[in-house]
């Protein structure tokens, strides 16, 4: 209790800078149209008085609660977004804070520890992302509480939920994690299916498939049924699903324009809303948006548009390989096109230098006609010059600039834990644990932007600065020979003071449980 307390007001004391200069929060372009949704107006293509599931209506009805309560009692919207947003950076504080102290709880030593606390109260991404009011930040707020527990599942081989409390509490921050992103649903379900794939007793593993089935329904059904009509939620396409198969479409009408059947076409043109011969000029090789944005033409013909995109995959898979390789680059490159514009075309390529391919953070607020026309907007924007100064430092001093390459958390951080769970003689148990962090990974493929040529993309991967210290955290605890909370006496996220056993690695810890 009190340790919590006192590094959460630490790393509330490190942000304070970044909350005076960033109040009253930054409204990112997607929040300004869920709230404007949420107030009835038109926003992204659709008409007034609906809102479209493209971001999560969750999300959505947060906002817009927070909004409303701020024009009903705090004398405009915009107080209660303010209000909104420091609740935001409160709980962020104590759940950074629990991290730190579930790693102290298993042993990971005092200089990971120091450390830890350091880049969480030093580091200028985080104050900033969490001084902003977007899906992404709200969805954190349910990832933290919810790894820590699942990291506590895997180590004690699920005894941690064994009282329905622990286990009612897990659940509720999985049907939260899965509500506030699309991608979260799919993460947390398959995460939690796979507890009981471990060797834990029958009963054990029934509760946690139990669980799993809980989450997927409650997020899929329930909600859905109990919200979506009072919202007046009108339910998009899936043409999220086809991002990446559409740009490499885009890929293939550059370079074989002529190479493809009137069928292949005709199909390609009746699916999506930009027709085969428009996506040549449409095609920007770093940014699908121009070639798919907000919806398709006609989703019902979604398998065989699937046929043909593999046909003409079997046909040039070169072009293919050169699509997902550029989309894709900003995961993995350490430089990038020296351009302020996301929508760069090819041509424009030889005449660019390159850069370091660091983060792009938005301190700023978005002030789109969906924002200034909802009723009582007054404008007050956050300070962006001294945080903008303070980021460019941060990007240009050496050993620190290492930390804002995009690469080192979504690449070589990962490559890292990879190696050490290889090296696992518990395979399995370790790749169990390890599993959210990569199917992270692997969501970030589908994302419409990889490189920072606008702050969207580094807004897709900011999760990992969280995510990756905690399994540092981990890996740190499985290798020192020290002092080990009992994973038994563990609360569900938050570890209590309780008997300690002596100096054990984590595994030997976990192997004393019975096996069935």
Known sequence: GWRIIFLACTLMVFWSPYILSMSPGALWFDTTDQLAQFFGHS?????????????????????????KAGALWFHGFQNGLLLYVLLQVVVICFELAAILNWGIKHGAGILPIVAGLLFFGLFPALPVFFMSIVKDSLHLLFVVPWLLMYLNAVISKA?????????????LVSIGSSLTSKTGLYITVISVTALGLMRVEIRTR????????????????????????????????????????????ARYSVDHPEDITPEERQIIDRFSLVSYDEMHDAYRPYLADPVIHLKLRDPSLSKQYMRVWLKMGLRHPASYIRGFIVFESGWF???????????????????????????????????????????????????????????????????????????LWTLLLPSFLLYALLRKRKFKRTFILFLPLYLTLLSL?????????????????IGLLIIIPIYLLALRSQLTETKIHDPHNDSPFFPVEGKHIRAKPMDAVADQQPDC
């Not at 008409?47 to 927070?66: E, N, Q, R, S």
């Not at 029934?206 to 007046?232: E, Q």
């Not at 230098?353 to 404008?379: A, D, F, H, R």
């Not at 493929?445 to 991967?461: D, V």
């Open 43 to 67: 926003a992204m293509d659709y008409p007034a008085g609906v809102i479209i599931d493209h971001h999560p209506p969750f999300d959505t009805l947060v906002f817009g609660a927070f909004a």
């Open 159 to 171: 005894k941690s939920l064994d009282s329905i409390g622990k286990l009612s509490v897990f659940i």
């Open 445 to 461: 493929l589908p994302s419409g932007i990889s490189l920072p040529l606008k702050p969207t993309a580094s807004r897709y991967m």
């Open 206 to 249: 029934c509760k946690v498939f139990l669980a799993a089935a809980l989450v997927f329904v409650s997020s899929i059904v329930i909600f859905p049924f109990l919200a979506y009509a009072p919202m007046h939620v009108m339910r998009s396409d899936s043409h999220q699903m086809y991002i990446l198969p559409l740009q490499l479409t």
């Open 333 to 407: 490159s350490t430089t990038m096109v020296d351009s302020d514009n996301p929508e760069i075309s090819m041509t424009e390529l030889d005449s660019v230098t390159v850069k370091p391919n660091n983060m792009m953070i938005q301190s700023y607020t978005t002030e789109t006609p969906s924002l200034t026309e909802l009723p009582g907007y007054q404008q007050r924007l956050p300070d962006t010059n001294t945080i903008d100064k303070i980021w460019e430092k941060t990007t240009t001093t050496p050993v620190l600039s290492a930390l804002t390459y995009t690469a």
